[in-house]
Nanobody, 126 residues
Framework: QLLLAESGGGSVRAGESLRLSCAAS????????MTWFRQVPGSEREGVAT????????HVRDFLKGRFTISQDAAKSTIYLQMNSLKPDDAAMYYC???????????????????WGPGVRVTVSS
């Protein structure tokens, strides 16, 4: 069993930064992609950034590049999402997910993942 626990959410003003963390515990060898998603009420869950935990390959959605960065501390089985220059549109619940799939291009699809954390809330005021 793999458990994921996010932390670091909170309320910030537009232009400020936050760093989210997601710690994995349990059978961490069962998955090789760890990914951040976000969701606002009434919308589908949206892939934000991913990291291949073994090969350290990363992807960030094009519309977030330059502001969001994903990284990992493999020794701690933890991934991070550094969010800079936050905008009100970035406000959402942010979820960590872990999965194992063949096609790298599927990383941003929620159905690619078997394991999810409970999420953390990010609020951005203008």
């Amino acid at each position: 069993q793999l458990l994921l626990a996010e932390s670091g959410g909170g309320s910030v003003r537009a232009g400020e930064s936050l760093r989210l963390s997601c710690a994995a515990s349990g059978d961490t060898t069962s998955t090789n992609w760890m990914t951040w998603f976000r969701q606002v009420p009434g919308s589908e869950r949206e892939g934000v950034a991913t990291v291949h935990t073994r090969d350290d390959i990363t992807h960030v959605r094009d519309f977030l590049k330059g502001r969001f960065t994903i990284s990992q501390d493999a020794a701690k089985s933890t991934i991070y999402l550094q969010m800079n220059s936050l905008k009100p549109d970035d406000a959402a619940m942010y979820y960590c997910a872990a999965g194992s799939f063949k096609f790298e291009g599927f990383w941003y699809l929620p159905n690619s993942y078997d394991h999810w954390g409970p999420g953390v809330r990010v609020t951005v005021s203008s």
